[in-house]
Structure formats: structure tokens, C-alpha cells
């Protein structure tokens, strides 16, 4: 009695139309939204940039690195650094990062962490591994830093390290520095394209007293003769700023901002305009003033704001849907047309 029942079962499932239906989807939704390691994963618009870090001290901050995507093992770069560091923050972005890679990164041939999962990703495996360094031992003068990786199709586009570091000699400074990873593309993609990302320096400067300001800025992924724009404020630096002219997919550059500031809330702006994709990455403001002014070291480090995703948006996994109902209809219709 309980084989012949078991029969009947899976007889009227297979005769369901709507239970062929349901399972069609589910299975096919299933698939496309699981995380499965492969290239062109979607991974979302990632994290617009915000502030890690700002302060102030007598003393200033060191900003390097850089070359490209090269697909070197281990990658390595050098930083020619000062003494008294007391903060510190290091980026390793990478390319193509899927899940089950990893990343060790030594400092001075003492190596930190295996790390997995990066601590920003977007668009297509973009990635970026941050890291508070402020422990590590640094030398005064050359610092060898490496990267080894385990990434069937990807590698690094640099290691940048920026290093806040107390002398009293110096005058004081005000810095901001500011991580993330935006995509910005005109894919239609996690509720439409996305043309501009902001990086905004908060807080008050006395303008009368600034002798010099300096932007720091990184972006990934920008093409030559795609014109993109970076501005300061309400002044334009440059266009066509990314187009891999620190290496490969890689733009790193220093702008003398003195002229356009404000005495509250800086910004930097970044425009895609006809790019098909730009990664802005970090934005570091450091602000100089005359050797009258005197204050206190102050550091505040913020809550990092992660950005681990595997999403499919929702406009893919709609066309998706309505694509198998579709072809369904037509089946079934011409099905009925043969009775």
C-alpha cells in the first residue's frame, strides 16, 4: 500500500504544472544567487568612502605605495617612513577575489594574519583588505612590505600605507583619512547606475592659519580616454584622472588643495561621467598650519564599516524570473495545442 501510494505521489508531481514551475525557479534562483567561486560574481556597489581616522597633532602624516597590477608572488612594495608613529592603516586592494582565497601580507618579513574575506568588495570581485598596522615594527628609513596570495585569476594593485607620526618641531596638522570602495558604473545594477562618489573630510578648519593642504586620493579600474572628473570642493583637479597611470588599473595621485577649502566640511568628489567603471579607494586630507598655532595630539579611529556581500540585484533576478515563466507559458501552450 505504501509503494503504491509513494507511486501515485510522484505521478501527480510530475503532472503539476505549477509545481514544475515552482521547482524550475527555485532551482534555477538557486543556482544563480549562490556564492560560487568563479570570476564575474557579483558582489554589489560596495562601500562609499568614509572617514577611519582624523585628528591632529604637531607632527604630520606619511602617504605611499602604489604600481599596479602585476601579478607578481609575493608583491612587494618599499616605504621610506619616519619615527613616532601612532597611528597607522594599510590597504592591499586585489583583483578578482573570489571566496577560498587568501592573503598573507608580512611586514618587514613578519608576517601578519592569514586574512580570507576582504574587508571591502564590490562590482565584479574588487577588493580591498584593510588593516590597522599601528602594532607592527617599523623601522625608521626603509620598510619592505609583501603580499602572497592565493587567487587562481587575480592578484594585487598595490599596497598603500599611511602613517600618522608625532615631531614636535613640526607644526600642527589636521588629517582625515578616508577608505572605502564604490563602484561606480552605468550598469543597471542595485537600483540604477552610480555616476559620483563623495569623500567627506567633517569638522572645522581656521583658514586664516593653514599654511598648505594636500589630497591624497586612489582609484582603481579607470581606462585611459574614458573622461571621468575629481574635484575638491567646487574646483575641478582634473579630468581623465583615471587612466592607469601609476600601473596597471591603478591611480594614485597628491593635489595641492590649499586654495580651495572651507572652513567646514571639505569634500572630495568623484565623478564617473563617460567611464564604464572607476573604484574610488581612499581620500586623505592633511591640513598644515603656521608654526604659531599650537595643539594637542588628538586621534580619532571610527567603526569600520564593512561591506562583505554576494547579492545578484534584484532587476537581474526579476529578468530572470519572468524570462523562465515565459519560455514556461509557451511550453505549456504549445503542449495543450497538441491534445
Same mark, same amino acid.
Given at each position: ?9 510522484? &505521478? ?20 544563480? !544567487?549562490?556564492?560560487? +567561486? ?9 562601500? @562609499?568612502?568614509?572617514?577611519? +581616522? ?50 598573507? /601580507? ?26 590597522? /598596522?599601528?602594532? !607592527? ?18 592578484? @594585487? ?6 602613517? /600618522? ?20 558604473? $552605468? ?11 563623495? !569623500? ?38 582634473? =579630468? ?60 580619532? /579611529? ?8 554576494? =547579492? &545578484?540585484?534584484?532587476?537581474? &533576478?526579476?529578468?530572470? +524570473? &519572468? ?9 505549456? $501552450? ?6
Amino acid at each position: 500500500m505504501n509503494r503504491v501510494h509513494c507511486i501515485r505521489t510522484r &505521478i501527480r508531481i510530475r503532472r503539476s504544472p505549477t509545481l514544475l514551475l515552482m521547482l524550475l525557479l527555485s532551482v534555477t534562483l538557486l543556482v544563480i !544567487a549562490s556564492p560560487a +567561486a568563479i570570476a564575474g560574481e557579483w558582489h554589489g556597489s560596495g562601500t @562609499p568612502l568614509y572617514t577611519i +581616522a582624523s585628528g591632529g597633532l604637531h607632527g604630520s602624516v606619511y602617504v605611499g605605495g602604489g604600481h599596479g597590477l602585476t601579478y607578481e608572488d609575493p608583491y612587494v612594495e618599499y616605504f621610506d617612513l619616519p619615527s613616532n608613529i601612532i597611528y597607522a592603516r594599510m590597504y592591499v586592494p586585489m583583483w578578482n577575489y573570489n571566496r577560498g582565497d587568501t592573503l598573507t /601580507v608580512s611586514i618587514n618579513e613578519e608576517k601578519l594574519e592569514l586574512r580570507g574575506e576582504p574587508d571591502y568588495i564590490a562590482a565584479w570581485g574588487v577588493s580591498c583588505y584593510a588593516y590597522d /598596522v599601528t602594532d !607592527a615594527t617599523f623601522n625608521e628609513g626603509i620598510n619592505t612590505i609583501s603580499a602572497t596570495y592565493e587567487n587562481n585569476n587575480g592578484g @594585487p594593485y598595490a599596497i598603500f600605507l599611511v602613517a /600618522v607620526y608625532e615631531n614636535e618641531s613640526m607644526s600642527y596638522t589636521q588629517f582625515w583619512i578616508d577608505e572605502g570602495n564604490y563602484a561606480l558604473s $552605468k550598469a543597471v545594477a542595485d537600483g540604477g547606475a552610480k555616476n559620483q562618489g563623495d !569623500a567627506l573630510f567633517s569638522g572645522d578648519l581656521d583658514l586664516e592659519t593653514v599654511e598648505r593642504a594636500d589630497l591624497w586620493t586612489v582609484m582603481i579600474a579607470g581606462t585611459d580616454g574614458e573622461a571621468d572628473e575629481l574635484w575638491f570642493n567646487s574646483n575641478l583637479l582634473g =579630468t581623465d584622472m583615471g587612466r592607469a597611470k601609476t600601473g596597471a588599473y591603478l591611480d594614485f595621485d597628491q593635489f595641492d588643495v590649499t586654495d580651495s577649502l572651507v572652513g567646514c566640511d571639505n569634500a572630495a568628489i568623484f565623478k564617473r561621467c563617460d567611464e564604464q567603471y572607476l573604484h574610488p579607494f581612499n581620500a586623505i586630507l592633511v591640513v598644515e598650519h603656521e608654526s604659531s598655532l599650537k595643539g594637542d595630539t588628538k586621534l580619532t /579611529v571610527h567603526e569600520t564599516q564593512s561591506s562583505v556581500r554576494s =547579492t &545578484i540585484p534584484i532587476p537581474v &533576478i526579476a529578468v530572470l +524570473a &519572468i524570462t523562465i515563466i515565459g519560455f514556461f507559458i509557451i511550453y505549456m $501552450k504549445r503542449k495543450q495545442g497538441q491534445r
